[in-house]
């Protein structure tokens, strides 16, 4: 409850400053409005799943209809989302990038509707690559411990693929992330230097290293936390799963944190999102008084 209550709050508030027009000036923006869409949408799946699983273990009315929802709908749309999510990470750090890279011809216009494109892109691709897994999607139910799982029943072949889709879903992303991250700080180094002759490049370099430092923090902490749902997912098994159920679940939730916390980690270490932060806080703040004036009043 309190993790979707965190998330909500995040999700909104992501969504109300990237929502501004002054966010969007450049792709980086629209990217991550999307995330926070996606963001917010995990928050409530993961807290549905959540909830699911909880009334699995009860003998309620409707159970066979919730497991298959659990099954067949919101596990296929989180690992759907999730993957979106990464991508869209990984496209504002390739947006950073490239527009080091143009430097004074970097085109925001030309920005924007390449965010839009890459979006639609980034959605109708990983919708394609995870198709072959949800066609194979079952419920099993298992009388030894009497409850019923969710599995993946299919060939070694698709085995491989969905093992290797996972895999290249969480480093792909992680790498673009590092890469343009490392790119950034030795371009931006390398222009202060051209401009700059009398100090030395490492001088320069060390500068820019601590200025976009976060730009390495972030990508590295966002692979920490997900990484439990990357080691569940090649080592969970039924029998596994009923020993350590706390255990996977702990980790299982654990890897949700980024989707949670997306605020803090584009939001506050941004000098300019965080300028939008501050707008959007007082907007908030004036509405509320407005409606605070107005029942006075009533």
């Known amino acids: 409850m309190i993790m979707l209550l965190i998330g909500l709050i995040n999700g909104i508030l992501s969504i109300l400053i ?43 009315f409707g159970k066979r209809i919730i497991l298959f929802s659990n099954c067949m709908i919101i596990e296929p749309l989180l690992k759907l989302l999730l993957y979106i999510d990464n991508w869209l990470n990984g496209c504002v750090a390739s947006e950073r990038a490239f527009s080091v890279f143009k430097g004074i011809s970097f085109s925001k216009s030309k920005s924007r509707t390449m965010a839009k494109w890459i979006i639609s892109s980034v959605v109708i691709i990983n919708i394609i690559l995870l198709c072959p897994q949800i066609f194979y999607l079952n419920l099993f139910d298992d009388l030894k411990e009497e409850r019923t799982w969710c599995v993946v ?27 343009s991250a490392i790119f950034i700080i030795i371009g931006t180094a390398r222009q202060r230097f051209l401009m700059k002759t009398e100090h ?46 706390w255990l996977f679940l702990f ?33 908030i703040q004036q509405h509320f008084s407005l409606i605070k004036i107005y029942f006075i009043r009533q």
């Not at 909830?51 to 273990?57: A, G």
Request: proline share 3%; net charge positive.
């Open 251 to 283: 980790g299982y939730f654990i890897s949700f944190m980024p989707s949670v916390l997306m605020c803090f980690v584009f939001v506050l270490p941004s000098v300019t999102y965080k300028k939008e932060f501050q707008q959007v806080l007082l907007c």
């Open 200 to 245: 030395r490049f490492t001088n320069h370099f060390k500068s820019k290293l601590k200025q976009h430092k976060h730009l390495l923090i972030s990508p590295i902490i966002l692979v920490i936390l997900s990484l439990p749902r990357l080691i569940i997912s090649y080592t969970l098994n039924c029998k596994k799963s009923s020993e350590y159920f």
């Open 153 to 179: 029943l299919y060939s070694s072949l698709l085995n491989t693929y969905s093992s290797s889709i996972v895999f290249f879903h969480f480093f792909a992303p992680f790498l673009l992330n590092l890469f």
């Open 18 to 60: 990237f929502k501004r027009k002054s966010s969007q000036e450049v792709g980086c923006g629209i990217y991550l409005f999307a995330s926070s869409i996606t963001s917010i949408s995990i928050v409530i799946l993961f807290s549905l799943k959540f909830w699911f699983l909880m009334y699995s273990y009860r003998d309620v």
